[in-house]
């Protein structure tokens, strides 16, 4: 019976980290921040200049095309969240960002300098009301969004 039991738990032992393991990485592949198939098409439409980007809006979308040619893909997004911002409102300038850093991983590490620069922007929008500006802060990129509007 002794035997039984150690072996009951060896078996336990040896296969239970292989099906943690296992599920653990199919959870990790289904997560919203995980690439879609077509990635490298997608990457290529947010970069041709033509406004089909991803994550853009009508209203973005008109704002992109006016962009000048040959700029990185960073820079078009700024130049498109900051129209966003001047035609309505940090907060859809902010939605932008947020589905931008989602749908097109590879902008993620500039997601604070543009939530930064988002901030300063808001506060020049306001005529340097700094609370109303900061009243459209949220945790997008880390908070960087509020540090923009203070600093």
């Given at each position: 019976m002794?035997?039984?039991?150690?072996?009951?738990?060896?078996?336990?032992?040896?296969?239970?980290?292989?099906?943690?393991?296992?599920?653990?990485?199919?959870?990790?592949?289904?997560?919203?921040?995980?690439?879609?198939?077509?990635?490298?098409?997608?990457?290529?439409?947010?970069?041709?200049?033509?406004?089909?980007?991803?994550g853009r809006s009508s209203n973005a979308t008109a704002a992109s095309a006016k962009a000048p040619d040959g700029l990185a893909p960073q820079e078009s997004l700024r130049v498109v969240?900051?129209?966003?911002?001047?035609?309505?409102?940090?907060?859809?300038?902010?939605?932008?960002?947020?589905?931008?850093?989602?749908?097109?991983?590879?902008?993620?590490?500039?997601?604070?300098?543009l939530a930064t620069e988002l901030g300063k922007a808001a506060v020049r929008k306001y005529q340097g009301d700094v609370q109303r500006a900061r009243s459209f802060a949220r945790p997008v990129c880390d908070g960087a969004f509020a540090a923009g509007v203070v600093g």
């Open positions: 002794k035997q039984l039991v150690r072996r009951i738990g060896q078996t336990v032992a040896l296969t239970l980290p292989v099906v943690l393991v296992t599920t653990g990485t199919l959870a990790v592949t289904r997560v919203p921040w995980a690439p879609p198939t077509g990635l490298d098409q997608q990457v290529v439409a947010a970069s041709s200049g033509d406004g089909a980007g991803i969240l900051l129209d966003e911002l001047r035609a309505k409102n940090p907060s859809a300038a902010l939605d932008l960002l947020e589905r931008s850093m989602r749908e097109q991983p590879s902008l993620t590490p500039y997601c604070s300098s």
